[in-house]
């Protein structure tokens, strides 16, 4: 049972241009959402998060986007830079409904931008 | 700031035989969670603990088993290993004042079983 999804398991973009990975979910009682970046051989490093309270957050090039009507979310990556070539996962948690603030992840989107 | 840092790199072991791993928080966070990542796929939850106490549990048997130590590091024990428990297993850590779930990963320890 996938209760988180990422349908694009690769991506390449032309530097500069805007990078566009998607996440669905289907558990109603995820709250926080989360963006995460792993280089190989190393952890997920932390991109960015959004508060089901909201629809939208932004820190410098990466914005994310939450559609709870459609348990859909985005991470819009502009400009896209050579350094953005990564796996990125899609991760969410419901603290307030499960006691604990474990992260669910989608199975992750391979990222490459193109010089 | 050291970030998350895990113990050992890489292990070989096995099948039949015990595992321990280690792990140590960022600087102040009190709470830790256990990860395991199979080629393909993205992390399944293994434990949290936060305060020495333990606050969540995967779906995982009970040959995986871990604890908090008073100074907030964590063991990731294994028994009976399987060729399936081969994987990379993430340790993170978290803290109250940015919120539990925004967890913060060490590189991982890569287990082979053979």
């Known amino acids: 049972d996938q209760q988180v999804k990422q349908n694009s398991p690769s991506l390449s973009v032309q530097e500069g241009r805007i990078s566009i990975l998607n996440c669905d979910y289907t558990?109603?009682?995820?709250?926080?959402f989360l963006w995460y970046k792993k280089y190989p051989a190393e952890g997920p490093t932390f991109l960015i998060s959004?508060?089901?309270?909201?629809d939208k957050n932004e820190d410098g090039r990466f914005t994310v986007f939450l559609n709870k009507s459609a348990k859909h979310l985005s991470l819009h990556i502009v400009p896209s830079q050579p350094g953005d070539s990564a796996v990125y996962f899609c991760?969410?948690?419901?603290?307030?409904?499960?006691?604990?603030?474990?992260?669910?992840f989608g199975t992750g989107t391979r990222l490459t931008i193109i010089p | 700031d050291a970030g998350v840092t895990q113990s050992p790199t890489h292990l070989i072991k096995t099948r039949g035989q015990h595992v321990t791993l280690r792990c140590s928080p960022i600087?102040?966070?009190?709470?830790v969670s256990w990860y395991q990542q199979v080629l393909g796929q993205g992390p399944q939850f293994i434990f949290q603990y936060y305060e020495k106490e333990e606050r969540g549990r995967g779906n995982f048997p009970d040959r995986f088993s871990a604890r908090q130590f008073p100074n907030y590091s964590s063991e990731l024990n294994v028994n009976a290993l399987l060729l399936g428990d081969s994987a990379l297993y993430l340790c993170?850590?978290?803290?109250?004042?940015?919120?539990?779930?925004?967890?913060?990963f060490g590189p991982g320890t890569r287990l082979t079983v053979t």
């Open positions: 558990n109603s009682m995820f709250d926080y």
């Open positions: 959004i508060s089901s309270i909201k």
């Open positions: 993170a850590s978290s803290t109250e004042d940015r919120g539990l779930y925004e967890q913060y």
């Open positions: 600087s102040g966070h009190k709470s």
């Open positions: 991760a969410a948690s419901s603290p307030h409904n499960f006691g604990n603030e474990k992260l669910t």
